[in-house]
């Protein structure tokens, strides 16, 4: 099947500073990706959708100018945590579909970034 | 808004026992179901889906049938094993798992003791 890289799998840092995840689809193009959080013994929450090219659309409730997304190519997108604080201590996971014709509706999942502000 | 609730965890069982996860959902249309597992350390597998009423999705020994009757999707397996040890969540989508993402229950934890 096809797979989804996220890195780094762990993340610590210090509290106001900015962090970048990536998520990359390894062997497919993915035009729309789906960024995740998932807090302790909780669901995954849909945060946002990224869409290759364009702005990506962002869940009720969610900061967009706190976690920036970028889907700059069919195999990349990147979630930037901006100033950082304990609370956005999480597990973020991203997800790919697979794109144009090849389109089966599957989502693929990343192995997920921990990411622990101090 | 659309929603899935699933078993609390951790599920605990002997080896070889039979497992069954509940999983109901509330949804506006006719959604398709799903069950990924997480295994420690990785990412999100799908195990098996279903896309329309009374579809039964298998895979691996686990199957679930789509109940549209009681909104249910229950996974199953006759003989659990200790690789089986997991966190399990039931999904739905309204628009094949693909346009909008997924909807996830918590996620049940299932741990297997040989």
């Known amino acids: 099947g096809a797979v989804v890289s996220q890195h780094p799998s762990r993340v610590i840092c210090k509290s106001g500073t900015s962090v970048k995840i990536e998520c990359r689809s390894l062997d497919f193009q993915a035009t729309t990706m789906f960024w995740y959080r998932q807090f302790p013994k909780q669901s995954l929450m849909l945060m946002a959708t990224s869409n290759e090219g364009s702005k990506a659309t962002y869940e009720q409730g969610v900061e967009k100018d706190k976690f920036l997304i970028n889907h700059a190519s069919l195999t990349l997108s990147t979630l930037t945590v901006t100033s950082a604080h304990p609370e956005d201590s999480s597990f973020y996971i991203c997800s790919a579909r697979v794109g144009g014709s090849y389109n089966t509706g599957e989502l693929f999942f990343g192995e997920g970034s921990r990411l622990t502000v101090l | 808004g659309d929603s899935v609730t699933q078993m609390e965890g951790p599920v605990t069982l002997s080896e070889e026992a039979f497992l069954t996860i509940n999983c109901t959902y509330t949804a506006t249309g006719y959604p398709s179901l799903f069950w990924y597992v997480q295994y420690p350390g990785e990412g999100l597998q799908l195990l098996l889906k279903?896309?329309?009423?009374?579809d039964k999705g298998s895979n691996k020994g686990f199957e679930a049938t789509y109940r549209k009757e009681t909104t249910s999707f229950h996974l199953e397996k006759g003989s659990v094993q200790v690789s089986d040890s997991a966190v399990y969540f039931c999904a739905l989508s309204d628009s094949g798992g693909g346009a909008d993402g997924l909807t996830f229950g918590k996620g049940t934890h299932l741990i297997i003791q040989p």
């Open positions: 279903a896309t329309k009423a009374d």
